[in-house]
T-cell receptor
Framework: AQKITQTQPGMFVQEKEAVTLDCTYD???????LFWYKQPSSGEMIFLIYQGSYDEQNATEGRYSLNFQKARKSANLVISASQLGDSAMYFCAMWVNDMRFGAGTRLTVKP | DADVTQTPRNRITKTGKRIMLECSQT?????MYWYRQDPGLGLRLIYYSFDVKDINKGEISDGYSVSRQAQAKFSLSLESAIPNQTALYFC??????????????FGPGTRLLVL
């Protein structure tokens, strides 16, 4: 069975600072994909970044990077230079045969 | 225009009523999905379809049914709504075939309240 765990229900970060959102996963499959989504207060789900299980380098997309530690089964999202608009729910997800989501972390950026 | 649309956006219904939520997409994707979101539980997969002739149960399919009328349309039905089906429902699509192609693109969501 596949499982995604996000242990931080809420996080605070000062504007312009970096923040790391934790995600651990569990699967016995060797081939899988890891995704992060952002859900602002308006409710839509926005795709941020993807990491494949065979990718050797950590994924980066602008201010987002994914700290992929395969042996530890972790896929943490790092947001650099936080902005007020980064305040949102963030979901980690894993694809094996279908997509499973974690419970999410609510990030609040303080001015 | 939005690539993935959901109708209605909001719905209030009574216990025991049958309701249908509809999803349409213009992305040309083969794969479509229905999720529900409850506070503190993230998104849970209800049903998914990899093409018009393929329908699969997800994590929480009991009490729900789906219909894939065309590549672009995927409907979710609650046969006899109950209050604990009150949730935010999302439709999503993907190209499929592994890797980054499994990235899912979401509709705006339907807020359902069952009284």
């Amino acid at each position: 069975a596949q499982k995604i765990t996000q242990t931080q229900p809420g996080m605070f970060v000062q504007e312009k600072e970096a923040v790391t959102l934790d995600c651990t996963y569990d699967t016995s499959d060797q081939s899988y994909g890891l995704f992060w989504y952002k859900q602002p207060s308006s409710g839509e789900m926005i795709f941020l970044i993807y990491q494949g299980s065979y990718d050797e380098q950590n994924a980066t997309e602008g201010r987002y990077s994914l700290n992929f530690q395969k042996a530890r089964k972790s896929a943490n999202l790092v947001i650099s230079a936080s902005q007020l608009g980064d305040s949102a729910m963030y979901f980690c997800a894993m694809w094996v045969n279908d997509m499973r989501f974690g419970a999410g972390t609510r990030l609040t950026v303080k001015p | 225009d939005a690539d993935v649309t959901q109708t209605p956006r909001n719905r209030i219904t009574k216990t025991g009523k049958r309701i249908m939520l509809e999803c349409s997409q213009t992305k040309g994707h083969d794969r479509m999905y229905w999720y529900r979101q409850d506070p503190g539980l993230g998104l849970r997969l209800i049903y998914y379809s990899f093409d018009v002739k393929d329908i699969n149960k997800g994590e929480i399919s009991d009490g729900y049914s789906v219909s894939r009328q065309a590549q672009a349309k995927f409907s979710l039905s609650l046969e006899s709504a109950i209050p604990n089906q009150t949730a935010l429902y999302f439709c999503a699509t993907s190209v499929g075939s592994g890797g980054l192609k499994e990235t899912q693109y979401f509709g705006p969501g339907t807020r359902l309240l069952v009284l």
